[in-house]
């Protein structure tokens, strides 16, 4: 199975960038996907991370190191409409996907 | 890109009803969808692999008597709640990925609310 840690909450100023880390223990590594899921919502499909490094995507990029069992996702520029829940998840070779508890992201004026 | 579309997206029931969730993928064949169910403040949990064609994988601790998934087409998973009670109100989602796995997506999701 896999074992994802993630911080509870983060706050930052708009404008900011804000880095959330998710560690992860797996039996089976398969794929690393970051969400975003606003309250009341389905979580909206960030990033994908397989192969060590980062990916960029506009004002967000995924860091991953396989070796370390360890990613990140940057926010930069914050915006207020950033304020959410953002989710790791690992894939496993059956293509489940596993999810940590959430980061909530408060973006202040 | 893929979108897959879940419906309804809110239902509420009396006990002792089944409630019926479609998951559809629009623009993509998915031979394979997931069931997750979402408590408030929660994370998601897995409940079980939808398999095209066959029997549906559960997860431990998931009733399958109880949550009855059927994927008769490439593009159409259904989930439902039989004899539905209060503790089976939650957030119900689905996803599937494209055929490279490199996207991950999701339904809307389905409120149910069991009165």
């Known amino acids: 199975g896999q074992n994802i840690d993630q911080p509870t909450e983060m706050t930052a100023t708009e404008g900011a960038i804000v880095q959330i880390n998710c560690t992860y223990q797996t039996s089976g590594f398969n794929g690393l996907f970051w969400y975003q899921q606003h309250a009341g919502e389905a979580p909206t499909f960030l990033s994908y991370?397989?192969?060590?490094g980062l990916e960029e995507k506009g004002r967000f990029s995924s860091f991953l190191s396989r070796s370390k069992g360890y990613s990140y996702l940057l926010l930069k520029e914050l915006q207020m409409k950033d304020s959410a829940s953002y989710l790791c998840a690992v894939r496993d070779r059956d293509y489940k996907l596993s999810f940590g508890a959430g980061t909530t992201v408060t973006v202040r004026a | 890109g893929a979108v897959v579309s879940q419906h309804p997206s809110r239902v509420i029931c009396k006990s002792g009803t089944s409630v019926k969730i479609e998951c559809r993928s629009l623009d993509f064949q998915a031979t394979t969808m997931f069931w997750y169910r979402q408590f408030p403040k929660q994370s998601l949990m897995l409940m079980a692999t939808?398999?095209?064609?066959?029997?549906?994988?559960?997860e431990q601790g998931v009733e399958k008597d109880k949550f009855l998934i059927n994927h008769a087409s490439l593009t159409l998973s259904t989930l439902t709640v039989t004899s539905a009670h209060p503790e089976d109100s939650s957030f119900y989602i689905c996803s599937a990925s494209n055929l490279q796995g490199t996207e991950a997506f999701f339904g809307q999701g389905t409120r149910l609310t069991v009165v």
């Open positions: 939808s398999n095209e064609g066959s029997k549906a994988t559960y």
């Open positions: 991370n397989v192969l060590d």
